[in-house]
């Protein structure tokens, strides 16, 4: 099951469970729509797998499967004009 992680691992922007702008590889590593396109060219930075449009669980499973509170924010070299 997905985690549905609330950030941008780049821009650290909030990514809400449905959001239609998350977007993340086959091992979770998520990015903002911006960020995976823009940046990375929607292949991630981490595997080299594609960054696809993460799928929005219904509200009614939020419930009993919530989305991650746990954000996270990786050093990648591409994201570094991001933080000023």
Do not use: W, Y
């Not at 499973?61 to 933080?83: G, I, M, Q, T, Y």
């Amino acid at each position: 099951m997905l985690k549905l992680k609330p950030n941008c691992e780049c821009c650290d922007v909030d990514l809400p469970p449905d959001s239609q702008d998350a977007r993340c590889c086959s091992f979770e590593c998520t990015f903002c729509k911006d960020c995976a396109e823009m940046v990375f060219d929607s292949t991630c930075p981490n595997c080299g797998g594609e960054l696809l449009r993460r799928p929005i669980r219904p509200p009614n499973l939020l419930v009993k499967f919530p989305a991650s509170n746990e954000r996270f924010v990786k050093d990648h070299a591409a994201c570094a004009h991001l933080k000023t």
